[in-house]
């Protein structure tokens, strides 16, 4: 009996074999293979110090000035580089420069005096309002200031962008409350990230990054990718699936009535409304999707409708971009095929999305009257 077995295994084996071998050739011949495009690079140029001498356009700053948890190193400017630039909008190079200011935000210097008669909108956000990828001048606050200013040119417009990379709700409400404030705002607009309910990325525990749990697209290749193109490209078919399906659990599990997690964010959001209500300034909150599936499929809706019944119970206005976003599917919003921020199309959208929504309620934007 084993006799008569053994050859048929070594024949179906042989089978198989000649069969891979065949669609190995096939890939080959086609140029179907895993694709692990280099990712992102950023490199930090800070500010110079008072009494050194300054490279051309560098500003000083002042001795013993460092980074705090409102604002990233002043003067700093973080260059961002990518493998490709697919739409041709990046500088020489494939680069974006991201320059802060003397508060260590990622914008034009503000008098903390407002001026009479202005109406000063402030935000508060992570690295999706801070505009990774994005030049200064297309990012939704900017493209609303200059909306706002055209549409009643009665009042000048002016918005603060506190926004920092890794920064959840948490973080936002000590921003606002440590210097935000301070600036005496007309409105606040809280940019919210379905990942804000994770840790501070600068925390003991690192957030939760959408595109390598979600869409990893340049995972690192096993030794057998490196000699196989069938196998490259499978395996990393596969774990892009399992980890898609993995982050999906994971994220909406985190958005759980009982989740610690969105105990906590809940937490800051009530208190940021609390900071603002004590002043009579109105707080809109403006929900931004992650860019995948939009106009099918959308395997995040559930988080959604959690926020918005939150913002609901608590009486706080809110804007969910993900009607603004329907007509695309979702990576031709993004930065790069290897960064998940919006890019400026998807910028656009939002401050359009945003600027609507202002006009047609204007009680939020009495104050500054």
Known sequence: MARRIAPLLL??????????????????????????????????????HTGQE?????????????????????FSTIISTYASDPRGYFDPGHEVSHAHNSAGWRDQEHDVVKEEGTLRILGLGDSYLWGQGVHQGDRVLDLLQGSLGAHDPSRRVETINTARPGVNTFWQASTLQAR??????????????????????????????????????????????????????????????????????????????????????TGALNEIQAQLEARGIPLLMVVFPFFVELDGDYPFASIHEVVQRHAEQRGIPLL???????????????????????????????????HGYLVTHPELLGRGR
């Open 11 to 48: 024949l179906s084996l042989a089978s198989t074999l000649g069969t891979l071998l065949v669609i190995e050739g096939v890939f080959r011949a086609f140029g179907i293979e895993g694709h692990y495009p280099a990712p992102r690079v950023d490199r930090v140029i800070p500010g110079c």
């Open 54 to 74: 300054c490279p051309e356009g560098a500003a000083p700053i002042a001795d013993g000035l460092e980074p705090t948890e409102e604002g990233f190193v002043p």
């Open 180 to 265: 935000g404030l301070a600036y005496d705002p007309d409105l606040v607009i809280l940019f919210f990230v379905l990942n804000d309910v994770e840790q501070n990325v600068r925390g003991p525990v690192a957030m939760v990054e959408f595109l390598t749990d979600y869409r990893n697209l340049y995972q690192q290749h096993d030794r057998l990718s490196a000699h196989s193109q069938l196998w490259g490209w499978a395996r990393q078919r596969y774990l892009t699936t399992a980890r898609a399906r993995q982050y999906v659990t994971d994220c909406v599990a985190s958005f759980h009535e009982h989740s610690w997690k969105w105990e906590l964010t």
């Open 320 to 354: 969910d971009l993900r009607e603004a976003y329907s007509r695309f599917h979702g990576p031709e919003l993004w930065v790069h095929e290897t960064d998940q921020h919006p890019n400026e199309i998807a910028h656009r959208v939002a401050a359009d999305a945003v």
